[in-house]
């Protein structure tokens, strides 16, 4: 009597078991498939942009170096050069770190370091609610405020121009360059202040000389990140840039960077117009990859 | 000499301190100075209207429907797939290309997210200007995000919390859901609030597959305008700063809650799982 209920439970057992065995399996290779999605992505963005940018240049017939180095942008009297653009582009890049990155680098040395902890704890949480405002309200900002500033002062004929790119998007990598250095700066082991104080050298010295080299990884993302935000940055640079199709020469031309480029003729272009938009997008997306790459290059370097 | 140094960098250190507190103050502050006559109950619950003087109602339930289903999609597989790579993948050549993908997709601008939703979700897969091809875009943008800081709470859990699941007897999905899942939840929470963030945040993205019409959306297959992108095109095409400016209160006004509720329900969890 014994033997076939027995036999019956471990059947049961044993049919359980394998319920949950085929759950285990079923749900891994789902959590794989997800993870696998980002991937996919990945290379369907990648994919998509490179077919249809390179479309022009591998079945066209047209040439990439006159692309990339011509100076003519007439798309109606199919001309398609963005020089202008890269150069509008590296300049207001440029210009931003310039300005961006020393300020918030010393804001961020002084929240940390110089500021007393009830001050820091007001400014700190503030700046980096600062780093969530959406970017358009840079632009508008931009637009009310340093373009007619900049016209006033200099007697500009339009204020929109190159410098006020570069003012803007200063002043949008701000809070992230301030945040992450903060935090980098922060993370210093006492000991090094200790150590470097006890030695006899002054305070700011020990800053300059011992905390912020030991920072200096951290430091680097900081400032990759506000990089990352200012190159990529589309639409509160339309609002300031003026958009002329000019090589700019001084502070004060119009310019049209690559992003705004790709933002204000996307809605209208069609066939070979529409693959140069996706050309400047694969332009940008190298511009991007080889400031990383440099940028990765100098912190390893510093680092050695 | 070297007095004088310090003194000049101390300076440099108090004036940078200085600049950009004032900057980032006259941001904020113009924006609610020029923005605040226009704000009333009219204004963010009243139909628009294109004439002027009509409300940003539309712009809002498109903000939200946005952020709606981008998370639906984006927050189980961002989860799942930080499930993958913290607590079932082998750490090998497969879990680098994943986490190298990933990291990848966190520094592309999103204007070239615009691009690729433009051409794929818009033309290839034939849904038009409309919410869901935005949203479907939106949740490339976030998707790395709920990932990363999934896996960074995952990595809070202690060990024991899994082998102590396990030697009772649990199987792996059992310890996931009742153990693991629940003691990760507060990270997890506060990723998808950095989501939302995101989301609200981003307009070239958003203007290249939601396209502009300024209406009430009939569905999530019709083109509409979010916030940000209803501020964008006041300004440019209007130059109506005032009404962009309220705009930005109710943007700024949102991202404020948002920041605050992700600071509020991690602080309640932490506290909730160390009892």
Not at chain 1, 37 to 49: A, K, N, Q, R
Not at chain 2, 26 to 50: A, C, H, Q, T
Not at chain 2, 257 to 266: L, M
């Amino acid at each position: 009597m014994s033997i076939p209920t027995e036999n019956k439970q471990t059947e049961n057992i044993g049919k359980a078991n394998k319920r949950k065995y085929f759950l285990e399996s079923v749900s891994s290779k789902l959590f794989m498939i997800c993870a696998l999605l980002s991937v996919i992505t990945l290379v369907l963005i990648i994919g998509f942009v490179f077919y249809k940018g390179s479309h022009p240049f591998v079945v066209g017939g047209y040439s990439f170096i006159d692309f990339l180095f011509g100076t003519d942008w007439v798309p109606s009297e199919d001309k398609f050069g963005i020089f202008p653009m890269i150069i509008a582009s590296i300049y207001a890049t440029i210009g931003a770190l310039i300005i961006g990155v020393p300020i918030g680098l010393f804001t961020a040395i002084f929240l940390a370091e110089i500021a007393s902890t009830r001050v820091a704890k007001i400014i700190s949480p503030a700046i980096q609610l600062l780093a969530g405002i959406p970017s358009v309200l840079y632009g508008v900002f931009g637009l009310a405020i340093i373009v007619p500033f900049l016209q006033n002062t200099f007697g500009l004929a339009k204020g929109q121009s190159l410098i006020a790119v570069i003012l803007v998007l200063a002043i949008m990598m701000l809070p992230t360059i301030v945040t992450v250095a903060e935090t980098a700066i922060r993370a210093v082991p006492q000991s090094y202040r200790e150590g470097s104080l006890a030695l006899g050298v002054s305070h700011i010295g020990t800053i300059f000389r011992v905390i912020v080299p030991a920072a200096k990884s951290g430091i680097m993302t900081a400032v990759v990140l506000g990089l990352g935000r200012a190159i990529g940055e589309t639409m509160a640079v339309i609002l300031v840039a003026g958009n002329s199709l000019i090589v700019p020469t001084s502070l004060t031309d119009s310019i049209r960077p690559l992003t705004t480029n790709i933002a204000l003729e996307m809605g209208y272009a069609a066939g070979t117009h529409q693959e140069m938009l996706f050309a400047t997008g694969i332009v940008l997306f190298s511009f991007i990859l080889i400031l990383n790459f440099v940028l990765a290059k100098i912190s390893a370097k510093g680092g050695n | 000499m070297r007095d004088f140094k310090d003194n000049l960098l101390r300076g440099l250190l108090w004036l940078s301190a200085f600049l950009s507190v004032a900057v980032l103050l006259m941001i904020v502050g113009f924006i609610f100075y020029k923005g605040m006559g226009l704000i009333s109950f009219e204004f963010i619950f009243g139909d628009y209207s294109p004439e002027g003087g009509g409300g940003i109602w539309p712009m809002i339930v498109t903000t939200v429907y946005t952020i709606v289903i981008s998370l639906i999609i984006a927050t189980p597989i961002g989860i799942l797939a930080a499930v993958y790579l913290h607590e079932y993948a082998k750490q090998g050549r497969l879990v680098r290309i994943i986490r190298f993908a990933t990291e990848s997709l966190t520094g592309i601008p999103s204007i070239i997210y615009g691009l690729f939703g433009a051409v794929f979700f818009v033309t290839t897969l034939k849904l038009g200007m409309s919410i869901i091809a935005a949203s479907l875009t939106l949740t490339i943008i976030v998707l790395p995000v709920i990932i990363r800081t999934t896996e960074e709470s995952l990595k809070t859990v202690p060990a024991s919390y899994r082998e102590g699941s396990l030697a009772l007897g649990n199987t792996k999905l059992q310890t996931l859901y009742k153990v693991i899942l629940p003691s990760a939840m507060p990270g997890i929470l506060s990723g998808i609030i950095l989501s939302i963030g995101r989301i609200v945040g981003e307009s070239a993205a958003i203007f290249l597959t939601a396209g502009t019409v300024a209406a009430m959306p009939e569905s999530i297959f019709s083109s509409a305008r979010t916030l940000t992108v209803h501020s964008y095109l006041v300004t440019q095409e209007a130059g109506d700063i005032e009404l962009a400016a309220a705009v930005g209160i109710v943007l700024i006004v949102i991202i404020l809650a948002i920041n605050f509720s992700a600071t509020y329900i991690s602080k309640k969890l932490n506290k909730a799982t160390n009892k």
